[in-house]
T-cell receptor, first 114, second 117 residues
Framework: DAGITQSPRHKVTETGTPVTLRCHQTENHRYMYWYRQDPGHGLRLIHY???????DKGEVSDGYSVSRSKTEDFLLTLESATSSQTSVYFC?????????????FGPGTRLTVT | AQKVTQAQTEISVVEKEDVTLDCVYE???????LFWYKQPPSGELVFLIRRNSFDEQNEISGRYSWNFQKSTSSFNFTITASQVVDSAVYFCALSEAWTGANSKLTFGKGITLSVRP
């Protein structure tokens, strides 16, 4: 199994509060991704990183920011949480990004915004 | 833009039945990759298979087999003699080959498979 952990695994927070989710990998992979999973939508890419301090937006990036100061850590921040951000968040990693590289996923974080 | 359609949302079968999960994709690229992932009730996502657009050979791995047909833009997944442990959500995904920008993985909405004893 790929060494990917996410913390916290579960979180309940109130609307308007900032929230940070952490993804940690021990594989030394260059690429890291944040997805959200919602019923009827599958997985949608929020942001991704192609190296330390190198990040880019995915298809549903509004309301989210990311940072990557070390190869092993990729943080996702909800600047002011809203109920629409209630979701399961998955981190993924891949060795390359040529299209053929499979992504390996962390266990997920279930976030509830009340 | 790339797109993956999994028209079946839920499938229920009895153990030992064969079941096929459909995946239809759209892409403008001639080089691309297709993937299947499994998400069991425990929630983690497990990589099952990758196929590139130049390899249309069917793949078999134990009870699992995959049929890739470029003519119909389909990459279907068949489970033979299904078991209760096969109960999961199955995602098909598409990635276009690197073109100088970072490649992205596009997922279908998933198919929930329930295998009843």
């Amino acid at each position: 199994d790929a060494g990917i952990t996410q913390s916290p695994r579960h979180k309940v927070t109130e609307t308007g509060t900032p929230v940070t989710l952490r993804c940690h990998q021990t594989e030394n992979h260059r690429y890291m991704y944040w997805y959200r999973q919602d019923p009827g939508h599958g997985l949608r890419l929020i942001h991704y990183s192609y190296g330390v301090k190198d990040t880019d937006k995915g298809e549903v990036s509004d309301g989210y920011s990311v940072s990557r100061s070390k190869t092993e850590d990729f943080l996702l921040t909800l600047e002011s949480a809203t109920s629409s951000q209630t979701s399961v968040y998955f981190c993924a990693i891949s060795e390359g990004n040529s299209g053929r590289d499979e992504q390996y996923f962390g266990p997920g974080t279930r976030l509830t915004v009340t | 833009a790339q797109k993956v359609t999994q028209a079946q949302t839920e499938i229920s079968v009895v153990e030992k039945e064969d079941v096929t999960l459909d995946c239809v994709y759209e892409t403008r690229d001639t080089t691309y990759y297709l993937f299947w992932y499994k998400q069991p009730p425990s929630g983690e996502l497990v990589f099952l298979i990758r196929r590139n657009s130049f390899d249309e050979q069917n793949e078999i791995s134990g009870r699992y087999s995959w049929n890739f047909q470029k003519s119909t833009s389909s990459f279907n997944f068949t489970i033979t003699a299904s078991q209760v442990v096969d109960s999961a959500v199955y995602f098909c995904a598409l990635s276009e080959a690197w073109t100088g920008a970072n490649s992205k993985l596009t997922f279908g909405k998933g198919i929930t498979l329930s295998v009843r004893p």
